[in-house]
């Protein structure tokens, strides 16, 4: 088993778009009226309102990274480990937006990977982390994380698009310390209650990626 490189991933301009403020990793409820879709993509439909997910510990299925250094929309700027920084001028825009992204997909699970993103505010108040999972994963439990074997928590999807469904989240101090020294973030995707899929993302080069960032 190994990874490739995510074929389809998140058009650029949804990826950098100016995001609302949003739900941190944690078991909390979010408002749908929070998020907002990218200008540029087609018009979403709903995710199901959700729901607090069960207590009881989900058996999760790990598959093997490898492979992760993506062909990206836009215009790749930089390089840094398995993360690179794209920068695109969407339509409308006064100036370019970079992300810093990473692409991952299990080469015999075609249905399971994910896109990261992590931008910048327009303002540049806040950061935001972005993380496009396949259609097909079970909403209601959402989208859990694990850094170098620590549960952080859980976010909720907000939205879904042809391609795909995402969670988003602030990128706050203490989550983003942990990207910057971690080695390996594991992505959580619930096909039932009790099933989840760990997704490998590898976190070398984050912290260099991340101050690349204009």
């Not at 607090?52 to 993506?70: D, F, L, R, W």
């Not at 074997?149 to 698009?161: N, P």
Request: hydrophobic share 40%; charged share 15%.
């Amino acid at each position: 088993m190994g990874f490739r490189s995510l074929a389809q991933s998140l058009l650029l301009t949804a990826s950098i778009a100016a995001a609302a403020t949003t739900p941190v990793f944690a078991q909390q409820q979010p408002t749908p009226s929070q998020a907002k879709p990218p200008a540029s993509a087609p018009a979403p439909t709903p995710a199901p309102a959700p729901q607090q997910p069960s207590a009881t510990k989900p058996n999760v299925e790990q598959v093997t990274p490898g492979q992760t250094q993506p062909p990206a929309p836009g215009t790749v700027k930089s390089n840094h480990g398995a993360w690179s920084v794209v920068c695109d001028k969407p339509a409308g825009a006064a100036t370019e937006q970079c992300a810093l992204m990473q692409n991952v997909i299990a080469e015999d699970r075609p249905e399971v990977g994910l896109s990261v993103v992590v931008l910048k505010t327009a303002d540049r108040k806040s950061k935001i982390l972005r993380v496009l999972a396949p259609l097909g994963v079970l909403l209601p439990n959402g989208l859990g994380l694990n850094v170098d074997g620590k549960d952080i928590g859980r976010a909720y999807f907000v939205r879904c698009f042809a391609d795909g469904c995402y969670a988003e989240v602030v990128l706050e101090d203490e989550l983003l310390k942990t990207f910057r020294s971690g080695a390996q973030a594991t992505f959580i995707v619930f096909q039932t209650p009790e099933e989840g899929i760990g997704i490998p993302v590898d976190l070398k080069g984050f912290a260099e990626g991340f101050d690349a960032l204009p």
